[in-house]
């Protein structure tokens, strides 16, 4: 199996009243950063909310196997 070699991101949440002002997309932005700099070449993230999956992907991040539930960016010459 695939093992994330840094950061793993797991419930990730903001609160009804606080959505759409970009708070969950800075934190993202944050995480992929600092998983950069530290020399890592991807995040994993575990995802189980269907509702979730169109922000993710927005995000770029791709599916891994199947379950529909992990989830992976490669960070790898990137500057999402």
Not at 31 to 53: C, D, F, N, T, W
Request: glycine share 12%; net charge positive.
């Amino acid at each position: 199996t695939w093992q994330p070699d840094g950061i793993m991101i797991k419930r990730l949440f903001v609160v009804p009243k606080m959505q759409r002002r970009g708070i969950g997309c800075d934190i993202v932005d944050s995480l992929k950063e600092l998983s950069r700099q530290q020399g890592h070449m991807s995040i994993m993230l575990h995802e189980v909310l269907p509702e979730a999956v169109g922000y993710w992907k927005k995000r770029k991040f791709c599916i891994i196997g199947n379950t529909g539930v992990w989830w992976n960016i490669n960070l790898g010459g990137s500057s999402a």
